[in-house]
């Protein structure tokens, strides 16, 4: 899933400043799961930005708002009502997707993302999250013991483990693991080196975002 | 500040600990203030951040967390989980300019009568010493 | 061993002769004063068979590896140019390739490069279009097959004649499988390996015990990388910041054996003392001398370890 986490809440409140009515607005796919911008983190940080504006004795109208997904029209015009309500910034909960959906459906509003959008990964524990894929578009994990190189080596080398590889830590620090230490150390122990041997070719990054925004059509889909 | 501040504080108080530790404090008649609004929790698990926020929205001046002694937990690591939501939250307090000491956790056992009374006071007095809740005073004015 | 000749390197030629071939490393500046490159080179020439020359070592920006390169030319030195993929994509690496063999670059020596992130631009975007064994075969590509990656052919009087040299390092991890990494090279078509600095000489025994008997050494020339420990606060920093590096404790305790104006000396002496035992090692074709900023000293050194004069091929 996108992993996301929110942004600090010094630029939110930048967001925020000199307006007096504002709409949060969650989405419950990927950053409800990765507790970034659920119904609950929506609820904590109205309530943040409402206890910030009451100690300065602002007036500020925080509505809360949670939509199923951001990144589907279907759900985006569920909030045509409450748009209708003239908000002086509306913020997005979800990651960067929403506030580009909600930017596009209600061109008229003033959209901010709440969340940094951080990467497609998963959870390692409750609270854990690490990166495990870059969408490059042409899966070939299977050749490397079902562990991704290209995101989770440093340097996305197809041949590694570099010269930096050192009792199974990356040279850039000892808190990223080096994938190629694990990846070469599965296939040693496997005693599949022979399969393993062939030099991966060049990659053809054509179809990672190298070759543009990307897209998908799938025409039995289409109405 | 004025001399007659009485802060309003909001105690989450886990049902196998701090609150048995409260009637006891009650039942051996020890003297601790009274605007503390005891809210039973079943276990300090279940304190969840959102519920700090709207008692400080609300106008409270302090919000502490009482559960068992680390090790004690009823549900193994509620108490654990607990502290560590407290120590976040304090964190986000601080950066909407509410002070970190407004939100407190402790722990005790159910046996321990007069240490839920002595946090009480010992809470109190850090409140007092900090004074009304910014958004209070705000809201008043 | 004989080898077909594939370029006019004057490192392949040493190589080729059966000499023990000796190369030195320059690092180019940070600045564009071609003044210091010039410096540095004096203290090299007719020292070193074929000189590296970094290309914005530990992702720090310097004079590029090709002008520096040129400058150490004309200087009176054979480069060897070094390529790291972390700044260039296959286009441009491919483009400078050109101009490096059509301004009279003999030798590329071609590397994954150190992450940005322990360099003075830990902001940028990296590249790594590449590794650094993608980068043997795209060079062998256009210099044996005649070919850009594209498929494009080279004229015959195009083709960029380099020899084309990598990095190994035994002391990486995991250690069983480092000679599989650098047969992988092999395999890519590199003509010739340098090592990273050397100072476990029980682990690189065993590591070149495994090149040789996977005839790894038949195929390419293996160089031994030489670093002499200048002091005690030296060894101690490799040995626990530089990842990739071993220090033994016998070399610290060697080190703290002798007072501190000796340390230097005993640090040489240590080194010269690897360089006889590399002498006669099996599949090591000589030595790639990396004296950080000391490049005054290779010329007593090289004496000492009786490598000099060298051999005109």
Redesign the interface.
């Known amino acids: 899933m996108i992993i996301a986490e929110r942004k600090p809440i010094d630029e939110i409140k930048g967001f925020v400043e000199g307006k007096t009515k504002v709409l949060l607005v969650g989405c419950r796919g990927c950053v409800t799961v990765c507790n970034a911008g659920g119904t609950k983190e929506v609820g904590i940080l109205a309530s943040l930005l409402r206890l910030d504006a009451q100690k300065e004795g602002r007036d500020l109208t925080v509505d809360e708002f949670t939509l199923e997904r951001q990144c589907d029209p279907e759900y985006v015009d569920e909030l045509a009502e409450l748009v209708e309500k003239k908000y002086d910034a509306i913020l997005s909960m979800a990651c960067s997707v929403g506030p580009q959906f909600l930017s596009r459906r209600y061109p008229k509003e003033k959209f901010y993302p709440s969340l940094n959008t951080c990467f497609i990964g998963g959870a390692l524990a409750h609270g854990i999250w690490a990166e495990h894929c870059q969408a490059c578009g042409n899966c070939i994990i299977h050749k490397f013991g079902g562990m991704c190189p290209i995101t989770r080596c440093s340097k996305s080398l197809m041949n590694g483990p570099c010269g930096g590889s050192s009792e199974g830590v990356c040279e850039i620090s000892k808190e990223v693991e080096c994938i190629w230490h694990l990846i070469t150390t599965k296939v040693m122990e496997e005693d599949r080196l022979e399969d393993f041997a062939p030099i991966q070719p060049i990659k053809d990054w054509s179809t990672s975002r190298d070759g543009g925004p990307r897209k998908i059509v799938r025409e039995e889909l289409v109405k | 500040m004025s001399e007659d501040f009485e802060p309003k504080i909001i105690a989450f108080c886990c049902q196998y600990c701090a609150y048995s530790a409260a009637d006891m404090a009650g039942s051996m008649r020890l003297q601790y203030p009274s605007n503390v609004e005891i809210i039973l929790i079943p276990c300090t698990g279940r304190f969840d951040v959102i519920l700090a926020l709207k008692a400080f929205e609300a106008g409270a001046d302090g919000v502490y967390v009482a559960g068992c002694l680390e090790g004690n937990c009823h549900f193994l690591d509620g108490n654990i989980r607990a502290k560590k939501r407290v120590a976040y939250l304090q964190k986000q307090i601080e950066q909407v300019g509410l002070e970190p000491g407004r939100l407190a956790m402790y722990n005790l056992s159910a046996s321990q009568g007069p240490r839920f009374a002595e946090i009480v006071n010992e809470f109190s007095a850090t409140i007092i010493h900090l004074g009304p809740s910014p958004m209070k005073k705000k809201l008043a004015a | 061993m004989t080898r077909e000749i594939k370029t006019n390197s004057n490192l392949e030629k040493v190589l080729a002769s059966g000499a023990f071939a000796v190369t030195g490393e320059l690092g180019p500046p940070r600045h564009c004063s071609a003044h210091e490159v010039e410096e540095k080179a004096k203290f090299l020439v007719g020292n070193v068979d074929s000189v590296n020359i970094t290309d914005n070592q530990t992702a720090v920006v310097r004079m590029s590896s090709l002008a520096a390169g040129l400058l150490s030319q004309k200087a009176g030195l054979e480069a060897n140019m070094q390529a790291v993929?972390?700044d260039r994509n296959?286009i441009a690496l491919q483009s400078d390739l050109l101009g490096a063999a059509a301004l009279g670059i003999n030798n590329l020596l071609c590397l994954?490069?150190?992450?940005q992130?322990?360099g003075d631009h830990p902001q940028s975007k990296?590249v790594?279009?590449?590794?650094?064994?993608?980068l043997i075969?795209?060079v062998k590509l256009m210099r044996d097959d005649g070919r850009l990656?594209s498929g494009q052919e080279l004229p015959p009087e195009g083709r960029p004649k380099l020899f084309i040299g990598a990095?190994?390092?035994p002391f990486?991890?995991?250690e069983?499988?480092r000679v599989?990494?650098v047969?992988?090279k092999v395999?890519?078509g590199v003509d010739f390996l340098q090592s990273?600095c050397i100072y476990d000489m029980v682990r690189f025994r065993k590591f070149m015990a495994q090149a040789v008997d996977m005839g790894l050494t038949e195929k390419a020339y293996f160089l031994a990388g030489i670093t002499p420990l200048k002091s005690l606060g030296m060894a101690r920093y490799m040995k626990n910041n530089v990842?990739?590096i071993i220090v033994p404790d016998a070399c610290i305790d060697r080190l703290k054996g002798v007072p501190k104006e000796k340390q230097s000396e005993e640090g040489d002496k240590m080194a010269l003392e690897m360089v006889e035992e590399l002498k006669n090692m099996k599949g090591i074709a000589g030595i790639h001398c990396m004296f950080i900023e000391r490049e005054r000293d290779v010329k007593s050194f090289l004496e000492q370890a009786k490598l000099l004069p060298r051999p005109k091929v």
């Open positions: 993929c972390r296959r994954s490069g150190d992450h992130k322990f990296n790594f279009d590449l590794d650094s064994i993608n075969q795209m990656l990095a190994f390092n990486a991890d995991p069983d499988y599989h990494r047969a992988k395999e890519a990273q990842p990739g």
